[in-house]
T-cell receptor, first 121, second 112 residues
Framework: GAVVSQHPSWVICKSGTSVKIECRSL??????MFWYRQFPKQSLMLMAT?????????EQGVEKDKFLINHASLTLSTLTVTSAHPEDSSFYIC?????????????????FGPGTRLTVL | SQQGEEDPQALSIQEGENATMNCSYK?????LQWYRQNSGRGLVHLIL?????REKHSGRLRVTLDTSKKSSSLLITASRAADTASYFC????????????FGTGTRLKVLA
């Protein structure tokens, strides 16, 4: 199988605090993970690409200093929402790309975590 | 950025009817995936179709891909109340970044 977990599944915090969300690939290695954000009744918006051992690549409009991403190992990426405000309240979902042995080509399997619901008061 | 547009945005049908959702995207792709999401929950992977494939089936699901029109459709046959959910397509480009960009989604409601 290919299982991705996220922790915590939900978190409530006060405005101004920082919150760390973990994304783990449990039974496979993932050199690349992705972070998405989803507001109510909207689609998933890609925030950033997390690369193991290197800096994350952020999508246009996403603040790097606001959303810190660390991909310290082949099975773990973390997203830290710094100085969170109520407008950061959202559903954060990660995905992990499985290295299938096919270096390039059309095979691109990614597996999604169950999501983390962040509520900032 | 949003790669795909889906239509309809919302669809309401009776149990037993078929539901068809369409996804259009903007740039060349390697793969297209369809996902289901129940309200407030995570994503459930339905089908992955590669750019060199035209049709795939999985149970009551049928996905088609037309790369010349940059579009895909998801057909759910004999729908059930449990199929009520939001459905999203996601595409990866050919730039080698491997990232999937999601469409706007279709909210399906199946009435019992």
């Amino acid at each position: 199988g290919a299982v991705v977990s996220q922790h915590p599944s939900w978190v409530i915090c006060k405005s101004g605090t920082s919150v760390k969300i973990e994304c783990r690939s449990l039974d496979f290695q993932a050199t690349t993970m992705f972070w998405y954000r989803q507001f109510p009744k909207q689609s998933l918006m890609l925030m950033a690409t997390s690369n193991e051992g290197s800096k994350a690549t952020y999508e246009q409009g996403v603040e790097k200093d606001k959303f810190l991403i660390n991909h310290a190992s082949l099975t773990l990426s973390t997203l830290t929402v710094t100085s969170a405000h109520p407008e950061d309240s959202s559903f954060y979902i990660c995905s992990a790309r499985k290295v299938s042995g096919r270096a390039f080509g059309p095979y691109n399997e990614q597996f999604f975590g169950p999501g983390t619901r962040l509520t900032v008061l | 950025s949003q790669q795909g547009e889906e239509d309809p945005q919302a669809l309401s049908i009776q149990e037993g009817e078929n539901a068809t959702m369409n996804c259009s995207y903007k740039t060349s792709i390697n793969n297209l995936q369809w996902y289901r999401q129940n309200s407030g929950r995570g994503l459930v992977h339905l089908i992955l179709i590669r750019s060199n494939e035209r049709e795939k089936h999985s149970g009551r699901l049928r996905v088609t891909l037309d790369t010349s029109k940059k579009s895909s459709s998801l057909l759910i046959t004999a729908s059930r109340a449990a199929d009520t959910a939001s459905y999203f397509c996601a595409t990866d480009g050919t730039s080698g970044t491997y990232k999937y960009i999601f469409g706007t989604g279709t909210r399906l409601k199946v009435l019992a």
